[in-house]
């Protein structure tokens, strides 16, 4: 499979040990090749280069949609922001989650966030910067237009981990 300029920097500072969660910023509905869309690219990439057991696609209207399970049999998609949480702070499976709509998520301004929202957005934030999380095999990629439509909770100044971020509009297409 070939990689992108930037999914080769995803690739070396996972493998490295030095993040686990990620921004992808820029065009996202985008093509990463010439014949794969940015987001499919992510899942194929996830599944056949580093081996992830379970993979999911998970916006705040659908919830999760998987790609892969680990038990093909179970029902998983649907399942809420709360849950991947618990699950990605679960040491037992390699698990894989790409957000999508993080800014209609977490929007920058907390007056327009509902309590509901502003539950998610620090359970999310307590789950990232978890010792379980930072030390697990799983993974969380966050993709957005713009990395300053997201919640300043999720800047790196203020992130006890390391939240690696590229913009994919400014790499070349094959």
Same mark, same amino acid.
């Given at each position: 499979?070939?990689?992108?300029?930037?999914?080769?920097?995803?690739d070396?500072?996972?493998?490295?040990?030095?993040?686990n969660?990620f921004?992808?910023a820029?065009n996202?509905?985008?093509?990463?090749?010439?014949?794969?869309?940015?987001?499919?690219?992510?899942?194929?990439?996830?599944?056949?280069v580093?081996?992830?057991?379970?993979?999911?696609?998970?916006?705040?209207?659908?919830?999760?949609?998987?790609?892969?399970k680990k038990?093909? &049999?179970?029902?998983?998609?649907?399942?809420s922001?709360?849950?991947? !949480?618990?699950?990605? %702070? #679960?040491?037992? *499976?390699?698990?894989?989650?790409i957000?999508?709509y993080t800014?209609?998520?977490?929007?920058?301004?907390?007056?327009?966030?509902?309590?509901?929202?502003?539950?998610n957005?620090?359970?999310?934030?307590?789950?990232?910067?978890?010792? &379980?999380?930072?030390?697990?095999?799983?993974?969380?990629?966050?993709? !957005?237009?713009?990395? %300053? #439509?997201?919640? *300043?909770?999720?800047?790196?100044?203020?992130f006890?981990?390391?939240?690696?971020q590229?913009?994919v509009?400014?790499?070349?297409?094959?």
């Amino acid at each position: 499979m070939y990689k992108t300029r930037w999914i080769k920097e995803l690739d070396n500072r996972y493998k490295s040990g030095i993040a686990n969660a990620f921004i992808i910023a820029g065009n996202i509905g985008d093509y990463a090749l010439a014949d794969i869309k940015i987001d499919n690219y992510i899942g194929q990439y996830l599944d056949e280069v580093l081996g992830f057991e379970e993979i999911a696609f998970f916006d705040i209207i659908n919830g999760s949609t998987y790609m892969k399970k680990k038990d093909p &049999e179970s029902n998983n998609n649907g399942e809420s922001l709360s849950n991947i !949480c618990y699950k990605l %702070k #679960d040491l037992s *499976s390699k698990r894989a989650y790409i957000i999508s709509y993080t800014a209609q998520m977490m929007p920058t301004e907390d007056r327009m966030m509902n309590d509901t929202d502003k539950k998610n957005l620090i359970t999310l934030h307590k789950t990232l910067n978890s010792k &379980e999380f930072s030390t697990s095999d799983n993974m969380i990629i966050f993709l !957005c237009e713009s990395v %300053k #439509d997201m919640h *300043s909770m999720f800047d790196n100044s203020r992130f006890d981990g390391d939240i690696s971020q590229w913009d994919v509009s400014k790499v070349a297409h094959m």
